[in-house]
C-alpha cells in the first residue's frame, strides 16, 4: 500500500509544503488533462489533485485511471476532487470535498482510515468543522479574487490564512487567485503549501512556471 495507516499524518505533513497542484482542462490552453499531469510530474511535484467539471463521470474515470499509473509510477500523491466513487475505484491516495459536498464523516466510513481527504474551507468555523468531523487536511480561500470557480465566492482574507496557520494542526493549502506575481504576499504570511491553477495550468511553459515558482519556496522545496 502507498499510504500506510499511521504514517498517513506525517507523510502528509511532508508532502504538503511548496507547490500543490491542480487540473483544470479548460483553462490548460488546449492541453489534455493528462498532458498537464505530465508536465507537472515531469517538474517534480509531488501532490496532484485532479479537478475536471465539465465531463462526463466516465470521462473523468478513464482519465483519473491513466493519472493514477502515472502518479503511481513517479510516487506523486493522487487526490480526486468531488468524486469519492472514482476515488475509490482507481485506488487514489485521497478525495477533495467542498462544502457542497458529501458529509466528512460518511465519505470516511466509505474509504476507511488510509484514504486522505482534504475539504475546502473559507471560514474560521468550517475550519474548526473539518477538523472535527475527521478531515485530514484543509483548503484556505479564496485568498484573492479567482474566476476559476463557477460560483464565485468573494475572497475571504488573508487574515483567514492567518488564524488557519495559528490555530489549526491540519495539514492546509492556500488557494484562490495566487499567481507567480503575488505569491511572495501568501508566503510571507507564513504559508507552507500553496496551489495555483490557471497560473500553472494555463502556463505557456509548465515545466518552466513550476521551476520558477519552486525557487520562490525557501530552500527550494517543493
Ligand atoms: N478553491 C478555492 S479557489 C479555487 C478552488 C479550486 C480556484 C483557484 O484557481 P486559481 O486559478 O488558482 O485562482
Ligand atoms: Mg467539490
Not at 476507511?112 to 468550517?126: A, C, F, L, N, R
Amino acid at each position: 500500500k502507498f499510504m500506510v495507516g499511521g504514517n498517513k499524518r506525517n507523510r502528509l505533513n511532508e508532502i504538503m509544503t511548496g507547490l500543490y497542484c491542480i487540473t483544470s482542462e479548460e483553462h490548460s490552453k488546449g492541453r489534455s488533462n493528462i498532458e498537464v499531469v505530465e508536465k507537472m510530474i515531469k517538474a517534480g511535484i509531488r501532490i496532484i489533485q485532479y479537478r475536471e467539471k465539465k465531463k462526463s463521470l466516465l470521462e473523468k474515470y478513464n482519465e483519473c485511471q491513466k493519472i493514477r499509473e502515472m502518479t503511481l509510477a513517479s510516487n506523486v500523491t493522487f487526490i480526486v476532487n468531488d468524486n469519492v466513487d472514482i476515488a475509490m475505484m482507481v485506488r487514489a491516495d485521497g478525495v477533495h470535498l467542498g462544502q457542497d459536498d458529501l458529509p466528512i464523516e460518511r465519505v470516511r466510513e466509505l474509504v476507511g482510515d488510509e484514504m486522505i481527504i482534504g475539504v475546502s474551507t473559507h471560514s474560521p468555523k468550517q475550519a474548526e468543522d473539518a477538523v472535527k468531523r475527521g478531515a485530514d487536511y484543509i483548503g484556505v480561500g479564496p485568498l484573492y479574487r479567482t474566476y476559476t470557480k463557477e460560483n464565485v465566492c468573494e475572497p475571504v482574507g488573508l487574515e483567514y490564512l492567518d488564524y488557519v496557520i495559528k490555530n489549526i494542526k491540519l495539514p492546509y493549502v492556500a488557494i484562490g487567485g495566487i499567481k507567480e506575481h503575488n505569491m511572495d504576499e501568501v508566503l510571507a504570511r507564513g504559508a507552507g503549501c500553496i496551489s495555483m491553477v490557471t497560473e500553472i495550468v494555463g502556463a505557456d511553459d509548465i515545466e518552466q512556471k513550476i521551476g520558477r515558482v519552486k525557487s520562490k519556496f525557501s530552500r527550494g522545496v517543493l
